[in-house]
């Protein structure tokens, strides 16, 4: 374990390494989320990770709603965001930043689940291109594709992209 630098993120002590003897690790993974305060207060949770695929679920709550009764699009970028990085995450390992994503909202997101899956369309050594579905599932268990998205993830060699472990 490394100690804290005393900077801006130096409640972080040590790094965490998603792929373990070339193998994604969903344990390891699950950490690098925890450590995102963000993705703490809106409660997300990674359900799978590996194979070029990861899989994002947050509850839909009413703080994450707009005006309308509607997931927030800011909710469904954030997902969209987080997934298509861990996606790129399990065949690139944990040096990433998302260089930009587009996403498409094809209708309202309303439910109880919101779950963005990703998947890996091409790695190259540089950068990742994933794709994402984002759909809200409701209480009979119905799923509705609510958004699309698309993006480039930068695989970085600085030693501060690391993933921090809480």
């Not at 703490?40 to 990861?54: K, N, S, T």
């Not at 990703?118 to 790695?123: E, F, I, K, L, Y």
């Not at 119905?142 to 970085?156: K, M, P, Y």
């Amino acid at each position: 374990m490394t100690e804290p630098s005393g900077g801006r993120h130096s409640r972080f002590t040590s790094e965490v390494r998603w792929i373990v003897n070339d193998a994604p690790d969903l344990a390891l993974a699950r950490k690098a989320l925890a450590a995102q305060p963000f993705s703490v207060l809106l409660g997300a949770r990674l359900v799978a990770f590996g194979g070029g695929e990861a899989t994002l679920e947050l509850d839909i709550r009413e703080e994450l709603l707009q005006q309308y009764g509607f997931v927030h699009g800011g909710v469904l970028g954030y997902a969209a965001d987080n997934a298509l990085t861990f996606a790129a995450g399990t065949v690139t390992g944990d040096r990433l930043l998302t260089a930009g994503y587009t996403i498409d909202y094809l209708r309202p997101a309303t439910g109880t689940l919101l779950r963005a899956h990703a998947q890996v369309v091409r790695a190259g050594r540089t950068r990742t291109v994933s794709r994402c579905d984002l759909s809200t599932v409701d209480d009979a268990g119905a799923e509705t594709l609510c958004a699309v998205a698309q993006g480039a993830i930068a695989v970085s060699e600085r030693p501060e992209t690391r993933f921090p472990q809480p």
